[in-house]
Each structure stands twice: as C-alpha cells, then as structure tokens.
C-alpha cells in the first residue's frame, strides 16, 4: 500500500493511541481512533482493515487494532516529518509554538525525504520539537524516554521540564504565560487531591497554583 496522507493519518492516530494506553492494555479501541481522526466508527474499522491487510496493523474485532512493526516504523516517519516542520516553522520562520501544529500536519505528508534531510542538518539534528516531543530517526524509530508529569514526580525536588502532552492552543499558551515551556526549572511544593491543586514553585521563588488535570500534561526531569 502507498503510503497516503489517509494512511499516515490513520498509522500516526493508532501510534499516539498506542502511546497513550495504560500498562495492561494492549489494543487501541477502534472508537478512541475514529474520535481521534473525526470520523465515524464504521468508516475507521474499514480503514484498520485495509491497514490490517497491508501488513501495518493488526486489528482484533470488537477488541482494537495495534500497529505492526512495519506501521511504527511508518508511524515513526510521519513523526518525524512532522516535529521537524514544527521546529524549522518556529526556529526559522519566527512562528509561534501554538501555531505550528495545524501547518506541520499539512507539510508532513508533501516534503520529501531529501529536504526533511536537509532540514535536519540545518537545525543542527534535533532531538526534541519545540513543544519537547522527541523526533525519531531517519529510519523511523523513536527514542524512548521516560519522564514523569506534574502529577507523579517527587515533592521538594528540582525538575525541568520536558515536554507539553497537550498541543492544543490555547493550553500552549497558557504554559507560555505562566513560564513552563521546556527548559524551565522549578519545583513541586505540595499536591492536594482534594482542591484539584498542584503548588509549583518557580527559580525566583514565585508561586503558580494549577489544577491536576493541566499539571498532568506537563512532563518534567530531575535536575541532577
């Protein structure tokens, strides 16, 4: 099968589903792909099994599907196409980091390979997109990190963060406006489950108190 932009949306959508799953579930529900790409149930069981036939995934009825190694590995190139876009976008182009993501789905299905390359070199070989998102490999395989989030890193300890989960705009600017983009420093200082709250403690000692929902989609590192 030719790899459309159908195609590379729908392996892409089954990957960040795959990514997302908890640890004892191994399948992505076929509704969670069809919310994913806003289409019907109907219509994404008949493109899974279009996948499934092609060898790029492996689809259980009334279960979920999961990409085969062959559809990762395409998956990783869609990746990386479209991370590296939304870096030249930002870093060459001046754009914002909130609005780079709708652009970068368009261009990762038309550049070519040649000039990904190229972009590449330029840029310096990243490894992380502006919004901290690692970008695979020419070959298509993806770095694994783990990092814990805002929710489940240690108390009173100096963190970095790494990474925005949530790429929606208006959430990026909200992580812009309250200084935690990737690369800022900072740390937890109390959690309280029952007031939804999360107190963070900023490098000038300024305080910043966010619900658990956002401090969920905000990834972090021990600074050693």
């Given amino acids: ?62 279960s979920g599907v999961r990409l085969t190694p062959a559809g990762e590995r ?7 196409r479209h991370r590296l876009v939304e870096l030249f976008l930002v870093q060459v182009l001046g754009m914002n980091w909130d609005e780079v993501h709708d652009d970068a789905e368009h261009l990762e299905h ?5 000039l990904i390359e190229r972009i590449d ?36 300890t100096p963190l970095r963060m790494t990474r925005i989960t949530d790429q929606d705009p208006a959430f990026l600017r909200f992580v812009e406006r309250n200084d935690l983009k990737p690369g800022q420093t900072l740390e937890v200082a109390a959690r309280d489950t029952a007031a939804d709250a999360v107190r963070l403690v900023g490098p000038g000692h300024a305080e910043l108190t966010i619900g658990t929902r956002a401090a969920s989609k905000l990834l972090v590192e021990v600074v050693s």
Avoid: F, W
């Fill in 1 to 62: 099968m030719l790899p459309t932009s159908t195609v590379e949306n729908y392996i892409k959508a089954i990957y960040l589903g795959q990514t997302a799953l908890t640890a004892d579930a191994r399948l992505v529900p076929m509704g969670q792909v069809a919310a994913a790409l806003g289409v019907t149930p109907g219509t994404a069981t008949t493109m899974v099994k279009t996948l499934a036939e092609s060898g790029l995934a492996a689809y259980e009825p009334y």
């Fill in 74 to 80: 395409l998956a990783g190139l869609v990746l990386r």
């Fill in 110 to 114: 038309v550049v070519s390979d040649r």
């Fill in 121 to 156: 070199e330029m840029l310096g070989r990243p490894t992380h997109d502006p919004h901290g998102d690692p970008i695979p490999t020419a070959e298509g395989l993806m770095p694994t990190h783990h990092h814990d989030s805002l929710l489940t890193c240690p108390v009173g």
